[in-house]
Each structure stands twice: as structure tokens, then as C-alpha cells.
């Protein structure tokens, strides 16, 4: 890569258009990002029931998830013909589901190429299609509706669905966490794992409850009516690391960063390696300046999987501590996994913005609220 004043030509041209042009950007989008990120930055829960959807494959036949409520797993693969790892995902599942199909599993795979699908776009997947030999169904989701109700961070992510709700998920394709995901199938199809597992961890039901009600206080601005509810769900289930990271997000909304960083270090000491939980400290750590241990933080996080927060919020932290080149490059890591995603962009425009590049940082204000606006349409 170039380095970034040459590539931005910085400190050029930086005119009263521009400015204004930042201005209004980043007005219009500060009304709309905290609203977004307070509800499509929810994880998914496992144990959480599973949006039902109806799409369309190629050909035009219906395929919904409600179908194969009689299906001991349906896994639900979302993927891209742009995605490098998604046509190894589909061979994968091709053959996993050539051979135990007939012992309930489903596989149903959801095609997230574009917001609106060109007939370029309908060609490419016809033929990777074709050249992978897939017979399971594979759907169009226009519009990427599908897309943001299960929140997928990244392309490829797999689901498992079992009985209704979210048993098991896994964003991109890791090496280890991929073979440990066939072994949970394998049990589900009724065949012996490669190697012993443990007993999959599942969520108390009533802490999920409690959160689920605690987020939609969130939404509603009833802060005080949320916080015995998050703290109901931890005390129920104190493996259970949605209510962290969502209190944690409450404190700081109400201005109690101590308390924010004392649950998120709570929840790190029951499991450290919990990735959104390290994401979420490390983004927090970048906010209260304290760049050097959120780089290292996050830096980590990147390496256990495919969890894209974790990237741009590495990107974001790498920026705030002065490595420019090496934040762009994070960045580009990120919309690799998810172009979709507006908090990418936001981030990046306001890097930008700090270094004084006022012509990116209004292309990518402008394309975040884009995005945002098409989601909530």
C-alpha cells in the first residue's frame, strides 16, 4: 500500500465544498448510528428462536425455514459468489448434506451478493451453482432483509438450527472452529464425532428472557426499568455473555464508563476467550485512549475467528494510535468479510477525519448512512 498522504493526497483540496458537504454528513448520520448499532450490533443469541423468512430460489420456488420444522437441524449458510471462503463453505455442505440428508439434516443456503441483484450478479451464482454441483436449496435474498434479521457479521456464517431456535453459529470459516462445528452436526445426525465433545452450552431460557426484555427497555430509552433485568439474567446465568456486553453498553450510555469496564472485565474472567467480549473491551479501551492495550486487545481477537467487529474495531484502535497504514489495511479486512456493515464505514471516515482527510471521510459518512437508510427501509 501507499503511504496515506500520497494515496490521499493530503492536506489538497480540501475546499469549503467538501467541508460542507462533511458537515452535513456527519450530522445526519450521528441522528441515525446510535439507533442502529443499539439493535443490529446485537448479538445472536443461541437459544434465541430463529427469524422465520420465505425466499425464492433461481428458479422461483419458495423455500422457507418453517418448511423443515420437522428436520432435526436445518443449517442455514449465508455466503457470496465475492466471498473467498463461501465456495469451500458450499462444498463442504454439499457433501455433508449428500450424506446425511436422509438422517434430518437440511441445508438451505442464502445468497447475500448484493443489496439489489443485477442479472451479472444471478448469472455468477447460476454458475458457481453449477460448478459446484449443489443440490440443496439456494435462495436470493433481496434486498439482504434475511441478511440483517439474523445479524450476520460475516460472509460465509453458518446456523444451525434446531427445534426452532439458534443452536450453534459460526461467522466466516476457521479452521478449528469449523471441524468443531461437523462434530456438533455429526451428533445431530446421530453419528459419533471425530473427536470427544463437550456438552454444548445453551443459555438458560429465563436468562434470555430477562435480556431480550431489558434490550427492548434499551430501545425504548427506559434505562432504569433495564438494569435490574440485565443484572437478573447474569445472576441466572453467569455463563451467558449477551447481558454483559448489553449492560455494559447501558452503563455507557449513561455516562458509568467505570462500571461499563468493571462487568466487561467480569465477564472476561469467566470466559476469556469469548471474542465479542474482548471486541467490546477492546473498542471500549480505544474510546477512553488507552489505544496500546486496545490494539493488543483486539489484535488477539482477530486471530480466534472471523468476528468482524473485532477487525474494525482493531482498524478503529490502530488509527486512534497512529498507525494509519496499518488501520486502512484493517479496514479493507473487515469489508472483506462484510461490506454491508455502516459501522465500518463511520469508523473509517471519522480515522480519516482525525488524520484530516476530508474527501474520504465524506464518501464513507455518506456511504454509512446509506446503508443505514436502506436497512431501514
Known amino acids: ?25 456527519f450530522f445526519f448520520l450521528y441522528l441515525y448510528l446510535f439507533a442502529y448499532t443499539a439493535t443490529a450490533q446485537a448479538l445472536l443469541q443461541t437459544g434465541a428462536q430463529a427469524p422465520e423468512f420465505s ?5 422461483g420456488k419458495d423455500v422457507s425455514l418453517s418448511q423443515y420444522s420437522q ?20 462444498k463442504r455442505f454439499e457433501d455433508f448434506y449428500k450424506r446425511y440428508k436422509d438422517k434430518g439434516i437440511q441445508v438451505i443456503a442464502i445468497n447475500a451478493d448484493n443489496q439489489t441483484l443485477a442479472n ?8 458457481l451453482i453449477k460448478e459446484l454441483n449443489i443440490t440443496f436449496p439456494m435462495v436470493l435474498d433481496k434486498g439482504l432483509k434475511t441478511f440483517h434479521e439474523y445479524s450476520v457479521i460475516a460472509l ?4 444451525v438450527i434446531t427445534e426452532g431456535k439458534i443452536a450453534y453459529e459460526l461467522p466466516g470459516l476457521p479452521l478449528v472452529g469449523t471441524e468443531d462445528m461437523f462434530d456438533y452436526l455429526l451428533v445431530l445426525a446421530g453419528e459419533q464425532p471425530k473427536k470427544k465433545m463437550e456438552p454444548k452450552y445453551m443459555p438458560r431460557y429465563d436468562a ?43 452503563y455507557e450510555i449513561d455516562g458509568k464508563r467505570v462500571e461499563a469496564e468493571e462487568i466487561l472485565r467480569k465477564a472476561l474472567s469467566i470466559e476469556p476467550d469469548n471474542v465479542a467480549v474482548m471486541t467490546e473491551l477492546g473498542y471500549f479501551l480505544t474510546k477512553t485512549s488507552r489505544t496500546a492495550e486496545a490494539v493488543g486487545i483486539l489484535g488477539a481477537a482477530v486471530k480466534k475467528n472471523s468476528y468482524t467487529p473485532a477487525y474494525y474495531y482493531h482498524a478503529y484502535a490502530l488509527g486512534k494510535n497512529g498507525q494509519m497504514n496499518e488501520s486502512l489495511k484493517a479496514f479493507e479486512s473487515a469489508l472483506s468479510l462484510n461490506p454491508y456493515d455502516p459501522v465500518i464505514y463511520s469508523l473509517r471516515g471519522e480515522t480519516y477525519e482525525n488524520s484530516k482527510i476530508l474527501k474520504e471521510a465524506a464518501s464513507d459518512y455518506k456511504k454509512a448512512l446509506e446503508l443505514i437508510l436502506k436497512i431501514k427501509e
Open 120 to 127: 451479472g450478479d444471478v448469472e455468477k451464482i447460476k454458475s
Open 71 to 90: 428436520k432435526k437441524a436445518v443449517v442455514v449458510l449465508f455466503w457470496s459468489t465475492w466471498s473467498a471462503k463461501s465456495p469451500n463453505a458450499l
Open 208 to 250: 434470555i428472557a430477562d435480556t431480550n426484555l431489558a434490550r427492548g427497555l434499551v430501545k425504548k430509552k427506559r434505562y432504569e426499568m433495564a438494569y435490574p433485568f440485565f443484572k437478573k439474567a447474569i445472576e441466572k446465568d453467569p455463563k451467558y455473555m449477551l447481558p454483559y456486553v448489553e449492560l455494559a453498553k447501558l
Open 55 to 59: 425466499l425464492k430460489e433461481i428458479e
Open 1 to 25: 500500500m501507499r503511504d496515506i498522504n500520497e494515496k490521499t493526497g493530503k492536506g489538497k483540496g480540501r475546499g469549503i465544498g467538501i467541508g460542507v458537504v462533511y458537515y452535513l454528513l
Open 156 to 159: 460465509p456464517s453458518t446456523i
